[in-house]
DNA sequence: GTTTAGAACTCTAGAACTGC
DNA sequence: GCAGTTCTAGAGTTCTAAAC
């Protein structure tokens, strides 16, 4: 995938870094005016003119025009604008606007626009988007587009066509998710330029294989989640115009494990510093959308303790939660894998796992619980016989059943409900049946610690140092670890000192093979 | 089970434009 | 100059799923 954007940076016609908005741009030739919105100051003016006047004499709007160091014609037309605007608000909404009708019932389009627009954004999409093949291709949502599809008919933003249809129950698109790649060419764009123009946007589609609309999304999301932070932390305001003052520390590392400060706490060992399964021996990366805050957590967040930053700072960071992070293919793989065969793996093969794939115990815990609650979830609703749905995507066998494309556990949403009901609910319940077996469940769920704050999981009652312990249960489940693992004698197995001795074992067993 | 981040979306305002 | 349209920004909402 070719870094779309080191090269647009040098590029003429992209907005310089310190001009991060288009009308702070001094913008060369683009093929369409880059946006603008008149300043505060500007409208004060235009408004004040307004009221004591609606029409006034060209040499006043000129004067002010050259006052407000406006173009004249920009003035004339923000009168005709505000007339037109305030005609329509005296009528009191009676205006028929397609703004104003409900989405589920779009009204008939202007005749004449609906051809030139419809096909217009109809060829760009299939040249630069081609999400329509992306659909097909992952999701659900391409065989939620009737082949019926009215092509004359579309509602709002063109891109949002396919959302529409004259009955009244299209489903909500399949939400997209970005990759680690994605995420980090777009952030690499919104940190030189948070407003790309749209042939920046439509470039950064095809480059990285997004929709148009998801990376629009996307920036509007980061705007706003910069502004709130901005607003709820004025501490941490940016330095005004400089975008790039934004991301203080937008370096993030992937690690499987805490950094050094703060290793497991279960594991008094210096956290490895590189993946087994990265050749070149690098850090290995977290999600992007991973915060550094990740080796230093706290309780809760608190909004003060925003970064103005739609990715937060170092120092505001380190009190919020982690970022939300998406298993890697290769880590989603592993986990298929065991939960094929267990959906209640114990904490050694979680464990295991964790440091075959290079991600958190607790995450892999994580992992399990949700698909585990999913399930549950989905299992219940299957008895209430609501799902209708056809989730083609995913498949019939029970695991990637509930597994949306996305890598992450689908059962219950509302816009992946499945329709193999019959098939997966069954195989569900088989899990169901050994997941919800009481206390060892409870057990398996209470020792794993989550990271960083995770306590030590309570002395088990459930051992008593004169029963023998059950071996059985490592080769029933296939147990991944060495044999001297499961010999462990008989008064290890009590609380914390298991787990450590576990993790120890595992991780001494990693390190050595 | 609950909380929360983030993606997707709706809705609205307004800047710019076209055709009459 | 007006009516109508296109397109985008931004605020707010909904929903999913990761984290707790």
Redesign the pocket.
């Known amino acids: 995938m070719p870094p779309p954007f080191d090269s647009w940076a040098s590029e003429p016609q992209f907005p310089a870094i310190h001009n991060p908005?288009?009308s702070l741009q001094s913008s060369a030739p683009q093929s369409?005016?880059p946006?603008?919105?008149?300043s505060p100051h500007q409208?004060a003016a235009?408004n004040d003119l307004f009221d004591r006047n609606?029409?006034?004499?060209?040499e006043q709007?000129t004067a002010l025009a050259d006052r407000l160091g406006?173009e004249t014609?920009?003035v004339?037309?923000?009168?005709?604008?505000?007339?037109?605007?305030s005609?329509?608000?005296v009528r009191g909404g009676t205006?028929a606007?397609?703004?104003?009708?409900?989405?589920?019932t779009p009204p008939a389009?202007?005749?004449?626009?609906?051809p030139?627009?419809f096909h217009?954004?109809h060829d760009m999409d299939d040249i630069l988007d081609d999400e329509y093949a992306f659909d097909t291709q992952h999701s659900r949502?391409a065989s939620a587009i009737p082949s019926d599809y009215p092509s004359s008919f579309y509602?709002?933003?063109?891109?949002?066509a396919h959302?529409?249809t004259e009955s009244d129950n299209m489903p909500?698109?399949?939400?997209?998710?970005?990759s680690s790649e994605q995420?980090d060419e777009l952030k690499k764009l919104y940190s030189i330029n948070?407003?790309?123009?749209?042939e920046q946007?439509q470039m950064l589609a095809a480059s990285i294989g997004?929709?148009y609309?998801?990376?629009?999304?996307?920036?509007?999301?980061?705007?706003?989640?910069a502004?709130?932070r901005k607003e709820g932390d004025p501490e941490q305001s940016p330095i005004l115009g400089s975008p790039r003052a934004e991301y203080p520390h937008e370096t993030r590392h992937y690690s499987a494990f805490p950094p050094p400060s703060h290793p497991h706490p279960s594991l008094g060992l210096p956290p490895p510093s590189t993946h087994p399964s990265l050749a070149n021996g690098s850090v290995m990366r977290r999600?992007p959308?991973?915060?550094s805050s990740?080796e230093d957590?706290s309780?809760?967040?608190s909004?003060s303790h925003?970064s103005s930053t739609?990715?937060?700072s170092l120092a505001s960071a380190s009190f919020?939660?982690?970022?939300?992070?998406?298993?890697e293919p290769y880590q989603l793989d592993a986990l298929k894998e065991l939960f094929s065969k267990t959906s209640t793996p114990t904490i050694e093969e979680r464990s295991a796992l964790a440091l075959e794939v290079g991600m958190?115990v607790?995450?892999v815990t994580?992992?399990f619980?949700?698909?585990r609650?999913?399930a549950?979830?989905r299992a219940k609703k299957s008895g209430s016989g609501d799902d209708e749905d056809d989730d083609s995507f995913m498949g019939r066998d029970p695991y990637s059943a509930s597994i949306?494309r996305?890598?992450?556990?689908?059962?219950?949403?509302?816009?992946?409900?499945m329709n193999d009901d019959s098939i997966d609910a069954d195989d569900y319940d088989v899990h169901l049946a050994h997941s919800d077996n009481g206390s060892e469940d409870e057990y398996q769920e209470a020792v794993t610690p989550?990271?960083?704050?995770s306590p030590s999981p309570p002395p088990t009652t459930s051992v008593d140092s004169s029963r023998t312990p059950d071996y059985s249960r490592f080769e029933r489940r296939n147990s991944p670890y060495p044999v001297q693992f499961d010999k462990v004698t008989v008064n290890q197995f009590s609380g914390v000192k298991v787990e450590d001795a576990l993790l120890l074992l595992s991780f001494h067993h990693h390190i050595v093979h």
């Open positions: 908005h288009p369409k005016k946006r603008h919105r008149h409208l235009l609606e029409h006034p004499p060209l709007r406006m014609k920009t004339n037309a923000w009168f005709q604008n505000k007339r037109a605007s005609k329509k608000r205006v606007s397609y703004e104003s009708q409900p989405i589920n389009p202007h005749p004449s626009s609906v030139h627009d217009r954004n949502s509602a709002g933003h063109p891109d949002q959302f529409y909500r698109r399949m939400r997209m998710r970005t995420t948070p407003h790309p123009t749209t946007r997004m929709r609309q998801s990376i629009t999304n996307w920036f509007q999301n980061q705007r706003s989640l502004k709130k999600s959308s991973i915060s990740m957590r309780p809760r967040r909004s925003r739609p990715y937060g919020n939660r982690p970022r939300r992070s998406r298993p958190d607790g995450k994580n992992w619980r949700n698909l609650q999913m549950r979830k949306s996305f890598g992450t556990p689908s059962f219950g949403s509302s816009s992946s409900s989550s990271p960083g704050t």
